[in-house]
């Protein structure tokens, strides 16, 4: 099943199935609870990312040849940091270049992320799967040079700002990509492919991850894991390619969709 998240001409916060059709049948009950689906059309007035995140933690360096681009050496356990759930943004909304705390360096990197529907505590590989609710598009916007230069070695504050993790545009259920590891996922900027690979190209795995995320440790339910970006990082272009007003940039991930947002200055 499609589910989105969206707000009616009311303003209430509903969910829906997205049909192949591009209609919304409405859903009644809670994400990760029962839901109930219903044949009464969705009062669609804006689509929204479609989980609110209990905790977002990121991968980095998680795709073989993205750490070769950077002159790395593939690590020997999963590189962890975290957004702020207030970093969250939706389809279609705008992801804003930092200017109080001033930003020159902000780099695009497609995701896949993984919601996780129960709480997970010390999962193993064999049955990690059966922790996740679904699957969704990620962009793991970057300030580099926070990033790397000015965030005192720890990279949550070039990563972190608002509108750095837009989602959607829908959460595809579990049941429906039985490996996560096989889709096709590419950035495209401006109508130009900048990265284009897949998800098979990660060191960890899907399972591997959420092995290593549960251990010792309580994943709530609406906690998302962002999973790594394939190599074509703006950073790593010669010259540089880093995001600018005006761009248009769209996260595309196989048997997900499309997740678009314009690119502005924070005012």
Not at 82 to 103: N, T, Y
């Amino acid at each position: 099943m499609k589910i989105v998240r969206f707000l009616d001409s009311a303003q209430a916060i509903r969910y829906g199935r997205l049909g192949e059709d591009g209609g919304v049948r409405l859903l009644e009950g809670q994400l990760y609870g029962p839901l109930k689906e219903t044949d009464v059309a969705a009062d669609v007035k804006k689509i929204l990312a479609p989980v609110q995140p209990a905790a977002i933690y990121c991968i980095g360096l998680n795709y073989v040849r993205h750490a070769h681009e950077g002159g790395l050496q593939p690590p020997e356990f999963p590189v962890v940091f975290m957004k702020s759930p207030a970093a969250l943004q939706h389809p279609g909304d705008p992801i804003e270049l930092p200017r109080r705390l001033r930003s020159d360096e902000v780099d695009y990197e497609c995701e896949l992320a993984v919601v996780i529907g129960k709480t997970c505590r010390n999962a193993t590989q064999e049955n990690a799967l059966d922790y996740v609710f679904g699957y969704t598009c990620a962009n793991d916007v970057s300030a580099r040079d926070w990033q790397g230069k000015w965030g005192g070695s720890q990279w949550c504050r070039g990563k972190t700002f608002d509108t750095f993790a837009p989602m959607g545009p829908c959460l595809v259920t579990a049941d429906e990509i039985t490996n996560p590891n096989t889709l096709p996922i590419r950035t495209i900027l401006n109508g130009e492919v900048v990265q284009d690979w897949n998800t098979d190209d990660m060191i960890f795995s899907v399972r591997r991850l959420i092995e290593f995320l549960s251990g010792s440790t309580t994943l709530a339910p609406g906690t998302v894991i962002l999973t790594g970006t394939p190599h074509g990082i703006g950073a790593a272009r010669k010259p540089p390619l880093f995001l600018k007003p005006g761009d248009i940039v769209t996260i595309e991930i196989g048997g997900i969709g499309s997740l678009t947002n314009p690119i502005v200055e924070e005012a």
